[in-house]
């Protein structure tokens, strides 16, 4: 069976400091996967996406940036953190197959909750 | 570009009542259905998806769903609502063809009262 992991889980970070959160999937192969940002009693936000190693997709001009080094890695990157940039972080991943019902079927990870001060 | 929309935020219920939560969706062709549910702190769980098909699909943890095309809906029901039932509930449309995106709706937050 497939598992996504995130982490951290909570992170409390300065304004200005760098940001690292990473994102990593098990028992499935070249899957497409996906940034999220929550915001406090908002719904989901789509940051990134990506289809294959080295190959992302940005939705928000931000300060944030992703990067997929491996198959099943996706990381979430910023070299300055801003306030506006606290929130809920959760990553998800799909089967490979963008015209097909399986490969639109979204899984979440358990979410990295970052708190800028 | 599709849409989505859960009209209602908030919805209290009692428990072992029935329970239905909207979603409307804005797309020309046959859309992917989905709901989520995301408890407080937590990552969102997929409770049912429709593709095509048979129009009532179940899911887990006692849920169903509708597609009705005529009234691009896709409501959430459950007979009898759990305490455990209580959370926030996602509706989100996938586009046909090539793109792997899904549009989601801003939340249905349920409370279910003892």
């Known amino acids: 069976s497939q598992t996504i992991h995130q982490w951290p889980a909570t992170l409390v970070q300065p304004v200005g400091s760098p940001l690292s959160l990473e994102c990593t999937v098990e028992?499935?192969?070249?899957?497409?996967l996906y940034w999220y940002r929550q915001a406090a009693g908002r719904g989901l936000q789509l940051l990134f996406y990506?289809?294959?190693?080295?190959?992302i997709s940005s939705e928000v001009p931000q300060n944030l940036s992703a990067s997929r080094p491996q198959d099943r890695q996706f990381i979430l990157s910023s070299k300055k953190l801003l306030l506006s940039d606290s929130g809920f972080y959760l990553c998800?991943?799909?089967?490979?197959?963008?015209?097909?019902?399986?490969?639109?079927?979204?899984?979440f990870g358990p979410g990295t909750r970052l708190l800028v001060l | 570009a599709q849409s989505v929309t859960q009209p209602d935020i908030h919805i209290t219920v009692s428990e072992g009542a029935s329970l239905e939560l909207r979603c409307n969706y804005s797309?020309?062709?046959?859309?992917?259905l989905f709901w989520y549910v995301q408890s407080p702190g937590q990552g969102l769980q997929l409770l049912l998806k429709y593709f095509s098909g048979d129009t009532l699909v179940q899911g887990i943890k006692g849920f169903e769903a509708e597609f009705k095309r005529s009234q691009s809906s896709f409501n959430l029901r459950k007979p009898s609502v759990h305490w455990s039932d209580a959370a926030e509930y996602f509706c989100?449309?996938?586009?046909?063809?090539?793109?792997?995106?899904?549009?989601f709706g801003t939340g249905t937050q349920l409370k279910v009262e003892l």
């Open positions: 797309y020309g062709a046959t859309p992917y």
């Open positions: 028992g499935t192969s070249n899957p497409n």
């Open positions: 990506s289809v294959g190693i080295g190959q």
């Open positions: 998800a991943w799909s089967k490979y197959g963008g015209g097909t019902g399986m490969g639109k079927t979204q899984y």
């Open positions: 989100a449309v996938g586009a046909g063809g090539g793109g792997n995106k899904l549009t």
